[in-house]
Structures are given as C-alpha cells and as structure tokens.
Nanobody, 121 residues
C-alpha cells in the first residue's frame, strides 16, 4: 500500500506561482509513473502533468510552458511548479502513482487526498 500526501496548495493571485509537493511512502524510483491531476467543480478529473520511470513527461496543453513536474528520488517526493497561474487553474490537485505488477495483473493506482488551489484577485 502506497500513501501519497500532497501539500502546497493555497490562494494565489492571477499571474502568481505555487509549488505543490507529493510525498510518497514508497520508493518513487520504482514506480512506473507518477503525476498530477486536477478536478474543478462540476468537471471531470483531468491530467495535468505526469512522468514515467523511463523519464518521459507529459503535460496538458493548457499548462505547457507554465507548469513543471519534477521529482526528488532521495526524498520520494514529486513536485509541481505552477507559474503564471490563471483563474481556470483553480481546482483540487491530486497526486497519482502507478505501480506495475507482473503480467497479467493490472497495475495498482494510488491517489492522494488532494490539495486545493485557488486563483483569485
């Protein structure tokens, strides 16, 4: 069982920055993938940014050039640096981890409890 604990959310003005952190209870270097998703009121949860064990990253078009995902394997922590925040970035942000299992078993997927990001003047 993997636990994910997010932190760093809060209230920020448009154009401001926040850095989210996700501390994992396991060794993230062994995880198949980790990333950030978000869910705004009345909308479905959507991908924000992810990276895989092989090093590839993926960003939602809406955050490219503004958000950066990174990790510190020694601290088992994943970060999401969010710059030039917009009103539409307001959402609950969730950390996600995917841990592969031997074929043919499906991977285990874990979620954090979420952290609120509010962008308002």
């Amino acid at each position: 069982q993997v636990q994910l604990v997010e932190s760093g959310g809060g209230l920020v003005q448009p154009g401001g920055s926040l850095r989210l952190s996700c501390a994992a209870s396991g060794s993230i270097s062994s995880f198949y993938a980790m990333g950030w998703y978000r869910q705004a009121p009345g909308k479905q949860r959507e991908l924000v940014a992810t990276f895989t064990r092989c090093g590839s990253t993926n960003y939602a078009d809406s955050v490219k050039g503004r958000f950066t995902i990174s990790r510190d394997n020694a601290k088992n922590t994943v970060y999401l640096q969010m710059n030039s925040l917009k009103h539409e970035d307001k959402a609950v942000y969730y950390c996600n981890a995917v841990i592969s299992r031997p074929w043919p078993r499906a991977p285990n997927i874990y979620w954090g409890q979420g952290t609120q990001v509010t962008v308002s003047s």
